[in-house]
């Protein structure tokens, strides 16, 4: 299909370069004042996948200044051992952010790791402290990747209240954190999901597409209404013409006949969720600045804007 003569291709490459620009300002910044942020990468087993997420972190984290510490761990590590690791972090003023790279062996519970990391040093956002507080409209470490597509959505809509966005997914690292956040920016916004009835009808109602379903091409042009902004968290591995590719959770080439903006997959979401990992470990360094040594997010805590 030809694509509308107005339709913009959402450059996520170029948009995480200015943020990571951004973070290494303020990194410099910070440094002035004596503070090194510093970010510790947490690896359990050798998964060829998480191995390149975790090299790709620290680089990110190289290039804005920020210090990072990686902890290699084997993969029959017992969960206690894990445990006391993330307590030591805790305890360590000089780490501001920790992250766990999931996921982890199955003899370990991801979700008692996950708890275990100080909410003021969850640069993940998976904390259930830091879930409460963006479901309460507070401004805490929110997750990484939800965080980037509200700053690709700004880039290319520039005011989004009173806009419909619709977030195909319910996640809790993706869908559910998505809503809450448009839901912030004064949009009003619907949740499709496998229970949900006629998804394409309720997702042409949309200005706003979020897709992150995990379901290669999906959604196609049947499913937008002309002028829609679409961004594709969906990372999809499949097999075409002989070839290993990834695709998004949206047909692009179908999509870009109704869209008046979307993200390519690759190249769009995906490294804006580095992007704000270096951010949200920069917000940590500065919410640890206002807290007592050891202090959890009190109630009326606020950092600054993670858009």
Same mark, same amino acid.
């Given at each position: 299909?030809?694509?509308?003569?107005?339709?913009?291709? +959402?450059?996520? !490459?170029?948009? =995480?370069?200015?943020?990571?620009?951004?973070?290494?300002?303020?990194?410099?910044?910070?440094?002035?004042?004596?503070?090194?942020?510093?970010?510790?990468?947490?690896?359990?087993?050798?998964? /060829?996948?998480?191995?390149?997420?975790?090299?790709? %972190?620290?680089?990110?984290?190289?290039?804005?200044?920020?210090?990072?510490?990686?902890?290699?761990?084997?993969?029959?590590?017992?969960?206690?051992?894990?445990?006391?690791?993330?307590?030591?972090?805790?305890?360590?003023?000089?780490?501001?952010?920790?992250?766990?790279?999931?996921?982890?062996? &199955?003899?370990?519970?991801?979700?008692?790791?996950?708890?275990?990391?100080?909410?003021? %040093?969850?640069?993940?956002?998976?904390? $259930?402290?830091?879930?409460?507080?963006? =479901?309460?409209?507070?401004?805490?470490?929110? /997750?990484?990747?939800? $965080?980037?597509?509200?700053?690709?959505?700004?880039?290319?809509?520039?005011?989004?209240?009173?806009?419909?966005?619709?977030?195909?997914?319910?996640?809790?690292?993706?869908? !559910?954190?998505?809503?809450?956040?448009?839901?912030?920016?004064?949009?009003?916004?619907?949740?499709?999901?496998?229970?949900?009835?006629?998804?394409?009808?309720?997702?042409?109602?949309?200005?706003?597409?979020?897709?992150?379903?995990? !379901?290669?091409?999906?959604?196609?042009? =049947?499913?937008?209404?002309?002028?829609?902004?679409? +961004?594709?968290?969906?990372?999809?591995?499949?097999?075409?013409?002989?070839? =290993? !590719?990834?695709?998004?959770?949206?047909?692009?080439?179908?999509?870009?006949?109704?869209? $008046?903006?979307?993200?390519?997959?690759?190249?769009?979401?995906?490294?804006?969720?580095?992007?704000?990992?270096? %951010?949200?470990?920069?917000?940590?360094?500065?919410?640890?600045?206002? &807290? /007592?040594?050891?202090?959890? +997010?009190?109630?009326?805590?606020?950092?600054?804007?993670?858009?």
């Amino acid at each position: 299909m030809s694509s509308q003569p107005s339709v913009k291709l +959402i450059d996520g !490459k170029a948009a =995480s370069a200015r943020v990571l620009a951004e973070v290494r300002a303020e990194v410099q910044a910070l440094r002035g004042d004596g503070i090194q942020p510093a970010l510790a990468v947490v690896l359990v087993g050798s998964d /060829p996948a998480s191995q390149v997420y975790v090299r790709n %972190k620290v680089l990110r984290a190289e290039e804005t200044g920020i210090r990072s510490l990686e902890f290699k761990l084997p993969a029959d590590t017992a969960e206690a051992e894990l445990l006391a690791l993330i307590e030591r972090l805790n305890a360590d003023a000089e780490v501001n952010g920790i992250l766990v790279q999931l996921p982890l062996p &199955a003899h370990i519970d991801e979700n008692r790791v996950l708890q275990a990391i100080a909410p003021l %040093k969850d640069v993940d956002g998976f904390h $259930s402290e830091n879930v409460g507080g963006l =479901s309460q409209g507070r401004e805490v470490l929110t /997750p990484c990747t939800p $965080s980037g597509c509200m700053r690709l959505l700004r880039d290319a809509c520039g005011e989004l209240r009173g806009k419909h966005a619709v977030v195909i997914g319910r996640s809790n690292i993706v869908g !559910k954190p998505m809503a809450a956040l448009l839901l912030q920016a004064d949009c009003t916004v619907t949740v499709l999901h496998s229970r949900s009835r006629d998804l394409p009808a309720l997702c042409r109602q949309a200005d706003i597409v979020v897709a992150a379903v995990g !379901k290669p091409r999906l959604i196609d042009a =049947s499913w937008l209404k002309p002028g829609a902004v679409v +961004i594709d968290v969906g990372i999809n591995r499949i097999d075409e013409d002989g070839r =290993s !590719k990834l695709v998004g959770d949206v047909d692009f080439d179908s999509a870009l006949a109704q869209a $008046s903006a979307i993200t390519p997959v690759p190249g769009g979401v995906g490294p804006m969720t580095i992007a704000y990992l270096m %951010k949200n470990t920069l917000v940590a360094a500065r919410l640890q600045r206002q &807290a /007592p040594r050891g202090a959890r +997010i009190p109630e009326d805590a606020a950092c600054p804007s993670l858009s």
